[in-house]
């Protein structure tokens, strides 16, 4: 189908999207890759007025060091999020879960920032951005600020951006010393959306789990912390009986969705099977 | 309106577009490069599949006015102009990769994306490689085929004409 029609802005700096943004009224969108924004607009779920196309900042796109975290323009590709060597050395775990986001054709214009903005729950990098504890840069009609990724997913499809509000960067703290990570990502068929996911981000300290980090996709409206696997791993020797005991708290204070896919109490195993896994995939490291 | 200029197969074009025209629908409607197919509503299939910029895009979720001041290749505008096929189109030929034929434009577009990439996949890269296209005919076994044989007589590492599963011995 072909989307209802718009008016088409296309802003070559952040200044000028802000400006964009903020005179384009409530019935505006801002456009980047467009991987989901275009099926959307194709199926008309969705009408905007306007459309302000982010494709041509220079200043949104690019990966740089910043003293102990790297930041990531939010119009940097998927696919240039897979290869660059930064994200590779300091943050694998984005790496990795970019691989697996749906198709070579959608890594090459979907974006980080994007599919944050986006938030959909069963969406793999919302719940990486949150278990590694990202800082969210926005530019707004008041300036700008900064939103930790734990309180930017607020529901399903819903952030805390308000309007008018553009996602600029993504800072994520690099990796320490001593930690590994692993994205353990469960689908039905290639191209897939997560059915449930799990990423871990441990540091081993002689044999056992000293400190962890354990995210949950689509077991909720948002991307989720198991707070209870996190506290249960402290001191948990590295073998299949300790991890998969510690991983049995995986489901707790979720809120698993039934759906095509799957009922909540299949995911709530999921999880538990997901996230033993992941734990020792990333502990394997 | 909205003015684009695009190059196509090598051919530059300026035209006045609605903003909401889809690069396919202005790649078949407008340029009449009815090679390029709309094979799904949900940009699932693939079969759409053109290279923007070098890189393989489904044109179903694109907008015109996004490719503006871009190239664009179509799967007419790989043959030769005296219509020697082009490698990857002669080993879809050669290995039988089609049977409808229409998905095969986005699986050539999409096989040339990943060849460039990566000139001899190994079967599972193969498959990983076009997990953007589907096909509801061939069960993709003479499609994988057809993508080694093309990455072997592209490289100038092809043993015979016709395709072998075995690519760790071209690789040798
Ligand atoms: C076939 C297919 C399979 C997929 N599989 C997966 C998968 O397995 N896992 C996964 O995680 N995702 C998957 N996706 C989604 C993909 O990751 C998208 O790239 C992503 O969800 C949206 O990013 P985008 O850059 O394309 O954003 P767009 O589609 O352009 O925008 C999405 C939404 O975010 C808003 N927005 C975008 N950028 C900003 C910004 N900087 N500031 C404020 N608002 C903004 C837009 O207004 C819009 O509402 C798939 C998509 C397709 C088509
Ligand atoms: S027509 Fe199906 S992906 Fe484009
Ligand atoms: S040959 Fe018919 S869909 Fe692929």
């Not at chain 1, 999207?17 to 275009?38: F, N, T």
């Not at chain 1, 970019?98 to 979907?110: A, I, K, M, P, Y």
């Not at chain 1, 044999?207 to 077991?219: D, Q, V």
Request: aromatic share 4%; glycine share 10%.
């Amino acid at each position: 189908m072909i989307p209802a029609s718009f008016d088409y802005v296309r802003p070559s700096s952040i200044a000028e999207a802000v400006q964009a943004v903020g005179s384009a009224g409530e019935d505006a969108k801002v456009l980047a890759g467009g991987q989901s924004l275009l099926p959307v607009l194709r199926l008309r779920m969705s009408y905007p007025d306007t459309l302000i196309d982010l494709g041509g900042i220079a200043e949104l796109r690019g990966v740089r060091e910043d003293a102990d975290a790297i930041v990531i323009g939010s119009m940097t590709t998927h696919d240039e999020v897979t290869r660059h060597p930064l994200i590779k050395q300091y943050a694998p775990l984005l790496a990795q879960a970019t691989e697996t986001v749906g198709d070579r054709q959608v890594r090459h214009l979907g974006t980080f920032g994007g599919s944050l903005s986006h938030a959909d729950p069963a969406g793999d990098l919302p719940t990486v951005a949150l278990t590694l504890d990202a800082q969210l840069h926005v530019e707004g009609p008041n300036g700008s600020r900064v939103i930790a990724a734990k309180d930017f997913f607020l529901d399903y499809l819903t952030t805390a951006l308000e309007p008018g509000e553009i996602l600029t960067a993504i800072r994520i703290p690099k990796l320490g010393e001593g930690w590994s990570s692993h994205y353990e990502k469960f689908n039905r068929v290639a191209q897939a959306w997560s059915i449930v996911s799990v990423a871990a981000v441990v540091r081993r300290d002689n044999g056992a789990i000293a400190e962890s980090k354990i995210g949950l996709t689509n077991m909720g409206s948002t991307p989720l912390r198991a707070s209870a696997v996190e506290g249960a791993l402290v001191g948990a020797v590295v073998s299949p009986e300790a991890i998969g005991e510690a991983s049995s708290h995986a489901a707790e204070g979720t809120n698993a969705p039934s759906d095509l896919s799957g009922r909540a109490d299949y995911r709530n195993h999921l999880a538990k099977v997901l996230t033993k896994r992941a734990v020792l995939a990333a502990a394997h490291r | 309106m909205t003015q684009v200029s695009v190059t196509v197969d090598g051919v530059v074009y300026t035209d006045e577009v609605e903003a909401r025209t889809l690069l396919v629908h202005y790649l078949r409607e407008r340029l009449g490069k009815v090679g390029t197919v709309v094979g799904c509503d949900t940009s699932n299939c693939g079969s759409c599949t053109v290279l923007l910029g070098g890189m393989s895009v489904k044109s179903c979720s694109v907008l015109a006015v996004q490719a503006n001041g871009s190239e664009v290749t179509t799967i007419e505008g790989l043959a030769a102009a005296d219509g020697t096929l082009h490698p990857v189109q002669q080993a879809f030929y050669d290995s039988h990769a089609l049977q409808c034929g229409f998905c095969t434009p986005g699986m050539v577009m999409a096989s040339c994306d990943l060849l460039a990439e990566n000139p001899n996949p190994s079967e599972q890269e193969v498959r990983e490689g076009i997990e953007g296209n589907l096909c509801r005919c061939t069960g993709y076994q003479n499609i994988v085929k057809a993508i080694q044989a093309a990455g072997r007589a592209m490289s100038g590492t092809a043993t015979s004409s016709t395709a072998t599963s075995n690519t760790e011995a071209v690789r040798a």
